[in-house]
């Protein structure tokens, strides 16, 4: 290879995984350049793909419910699969790790994926043994890139679910269709109201008397998705916009919990209405 096709090479691996990543590379304390972009290439073939079943569709959230509440019936409790989507402190991310520790919650978190490298969930993804990814700020200029990476990571490990917790980035058809209604993300208000990456403060400064936490299944509309659960939290009077967002997280680390136990016991269904049903017990 020449030198001027080298540093083209170099060039294309560090604006996809980043400056450091590639400094890293150069000097020999990661992988080889060419091993780092057959790596990518399998990424994006694997990603397209997909899980699928026999008759050629991939297997969506409803057909793995019913696979977990058989496998359940007949005795097998293995865990639900998780894989989950991060950006900043990870808060939901400790209170999956916390059920699942206390033998609350019947799950197994394979992954965390972060869209950014100083993000406070990485610390409690390696303080609690569960590998991690990290995508580069230069990967997320190809959206569609980064969500094949991301998709092909967690069907290669099995994921059930993939949770979205604090993860500020929307997802796009590679994740969606790798994992239909099997990507679950939390809102800090009582969607449809108050939408966008701003809930709490918009229910507050609107000065509505009661708010609360949805949890939904992801699709290609901004949360929008079939709702699964939802609580509501009482705006207070004389409460501070900082006492009513950690009353909203108090009770997100309980409701989130709950729907990936449901979960995990098969008991969820999105219906034709776009509705969700929760079968009983």
Same mark, same amino acid.
């Given at each position: ?112 994926? @972060? @869209? ?166």
């Amino acid at each position: 290879m020449s030198t001027k096709d080298e540093k083209a090479r170099a060039q294309a691996i560090e604006e996809a995984v980043g400056e450091d990543a590639a400094a890293a590379i150069r000097e020999g304390t990661e992988i080889a350049l060419d091993a780092l972009e057959r790596e990518i290439a399998r990424a994006k073939a694997e990603a397209t793909s997909g899980p699928r079943h026999a008759s050629g569709t991939w297997l969506d959230g409803n057909a793995l419910q019913e696979r977990i509440a058989e496998r359940r019936a007949s005795g097998d409790d293995s865990p639900l699969s998780l894989g989950v989507l991060l950006s900043g402190s990870g808060t939901n991310l400790q209170a999956l790790i916390d059920a699942i520790g206390s033998g609350a919650l019947n799950a197994r978190i394979e992954l965390v994926v @972060s @869209s950014r490298p100083s993000a406070q969930g990485l610390k409690r993804a390696e303080a609690a043994g569960i590998q991690t990814l990290t995508l580069s700020k230069e990967m997320y200029a190809d959206p569609i890139q980064a969500d094949e990476i991301i998709a092909s990571e967690l069907y290669r490990l099995g994921v059930d679910y993939v949770v979205m917790a604090g993860y500020m980035r929307m997802v796009h058809a590679p994740l969606l269709a790798t994992f239909p209604n099997r990507v679950v993300n939390i809102h800090p208000a009582l969607l449809p109201s108050f939408q966008g990456a701003h809930g709490i403060a918009d229910a507050y400064e609107r000065g509505v008397k009661v708010t609360g936490v949805t949890v939904h299944f992801a699709n290609e509309v901004y949360d929008q998705g079939p709702i699964i659960a939802q609580e509501a939290v009482r705006v207070e009077e004389g409460m501070s916009l900082d006492d009513l967002e950690t009353a909203i997280h108090k009770v997100e680390h309980v409701l989130y919990p709950h729907v990936v136990d449901l979960l995990s016991q098969g008991r969820v269904r999105v219906c034709e209405d776009n509705t969700v049903a929760v079968l009983p017990e």
